[in-house]
């Protein structure tokens, strides 16, 4: 495993797979550049709060044993991560950070979920980040 520096806030471990029944060494180095660009905007946008990333990469073994993920999930093709709320806003007014945070250059999150009963959000780029072509 590795801790590559990704952007000012966030290293590689983060991200890496946390399966424990995989082995597959984390590979959290390899996450899409825009996830990682708009997870440094959204920080940026909510006041600068740290924030906790849940889940990163899963390989396909890992992604297998957590309860209701896709099939496909963008979590094994390096496109998504599950975000703690920063204990300093609520639920409902990250998710308004969440929906709204816009890069320079267009990038949005494409995929979100709002997960109330475990207290998370889901983002990823499924489409590449970018809206409106």
Request: proline share 3%; aromatic share 10%; net charge negative.
């Amino acid at each position: 495993m590795t801790n590559k520096q990704l952007s000012e806030h966030f290293h590689s471990s983060e991200f890496d797979c946390k399966g424990t029944h995989c082995n597959c060494g984390g590979k959290g180095d390899r996450m899409n550049p825009v996830l990682i660009k708009l997870l440094e905007k959204l920080r940026a946008d909510c006041g600068g709060y740290p924030i906790m990333i849940l889940s990163g990469y899963r390989c396909p073994i890992h992604n297998a044993e957590c309860d209701g993920s896709a099939k496909k999930s963008q979590h094994m093709a390096w496109n998504a991560a599950d975000l703690e709320i920063p204990s300093a806003l609520s639920l409902e007014e990250f998710q308004w950070y969440v929906e709204n945070t816009k890069t320079e250059e267009g990038y949005m999150f494409d995929g979100i979920g709002v997960y109330r009963d475990s207290y998370f959000i889901h983002v990823d780029v499924r489409d590449g980040g970018k809206h409106g072509g």
